[in-house]
Nanobody
Framework: VQLQASGGGLVQAGGSLRLSCVAS????????MGWYRQAPGKQRELVAM???????YLADSARGRFNISRNNAWRTLHLQMNSLKPTDTAVYYC?????????WGQGTLVTVSS
C-alpha cells in the first residue's frame, strides 16, 4: 500500500487546516490508520488514529481541537485541525497498519505562526 499526504501549509495561531492522506494499493488489508507528527529536534509522536471498527484515539494535545476521519474503504484519511497553536508546528505523517506492519507516507509540513 502507498500513502500520499497533503494539506499542510502556513497558518496563523487559531486557524484551521485539513490534512488528507490518500491510500492506494491493497487497501483492503489496512487495519488502522493514523497521523503522527515530528517537530524539529523532537521524536515522532502519535497524534490521532482510527481503527477498522471506527474507534478513534486522539493524543491529549489534540483532543478537543483535532478530529480524524476516514471513508469506509480506507481510501482517504483526514485530520481536521482547529484552534491551531505554534506548538502544533511539525511535519505530519500518515501511517497505515497494513498486514501487521506500519507503512508511512511522506510528510506534509504544518507551520503555525504566532
Amino acid at each position: 500500500v502507498q500513502l500520499q499526504a497533503s494539506g499542510g501549509g502556513l497558518v496563523q495561531a487559531g486557524g484551521s487546516l485539513r490534512l488528507s492522506c490518500v491510500a492506494s494499493g491493497s487497501i483492503s488489508d489496512i487495519n488502522a490508520m493514523g497521523w503522527y507528527r515530528q517537530a524539529p529536534g523532537k521524536q515522532r509522536e502519535l497524534v490521532a488514529m482510527i481503527a477498522s471498527d471506527g474507534k478513534k484515539y486522539l493524543a491529549d494535545s489534540a483532543r478537543g481541537r483535532f478530529n480524524i476521519s476516514r471513508n469506509n474503504a480506507w481510501r482517504t484519511l483526514h485530520l481536521q485541525m482547529n484552534s491551531l497553536k505554534p506548538t502544533d508546528t511539525a511535519v505530519y505523517y500518515c501511517n497505515a497498519i497494513h498486514r501487521g506492519s506500519g507503512v508511512w507516507g511522506q510528510g506534509t509540513l504544518v507551520t503555525v505562526s504566532s
